[in-house]
């Protein structure tokens, strides 16, 4: 089993920037591909961001490339999401997850999720 905690959510200005943390406990966390998703309300949960065990690869959606990054500290096992020039549109719940391995972007594949984080951008 992997618990994941998300922290960092909160209000911000469009054009603002909010970092995002998930702390992984349970399993060896050097071992686990972790993704971050999202989901609106009326809305499916849609991919964000993923990275490998290793970071060697790294996935964005298109809506987010260019103003978010995804980075992993193995050594404190958390996972982390830089969010820059955030808008409207990018407001929802974010998600933890992880799965082993390799990276991959369909919610389906990770078997581990957090409880969320709400992350709100005012216009």
């Known amino acids: 089993q992997v618990q994941l905690v998300e922290s960092g959510g909160g209000l911000v200005q469009a054009g603002g920037s909010l970092r995002l943390s998930c702390a992984a406990s349970?399993?060896?966390?050097?071992?686990?591909?972790m993704g971050w998703f999202r989901q609106a309300p009326g809305k499916e949960r849609e991919f964000v961001a993923a990275i490998s065990w290793d970071g060697g690869s790294i996935y964005y959606a298109d809506s987010v490339k260019g103003r978010f990054t995804i980075s992993r500290d193995n050594a404190k096992n958390t996972v982390g999401l830089q969010m820059n020039s955030l808008k409207p549109e990018d407001t929802a719940v974010y998600y933890c997850?992880?799965?082993?391995?390799?990276?991959?972007?369909?919610?389906?594949?990770?078997?581990?999720w957090g409880q969320g984080t709400q992350v709100t951008v005012s216009s």
């Open positions: 997850a992880a799965r082993p391995l390799a990276a991959l972007i369909g919610p389906a594949s990770y078997d581990y």
């Open positions: 349970g399993r060896t966390f050097s071992n686990l591909a």
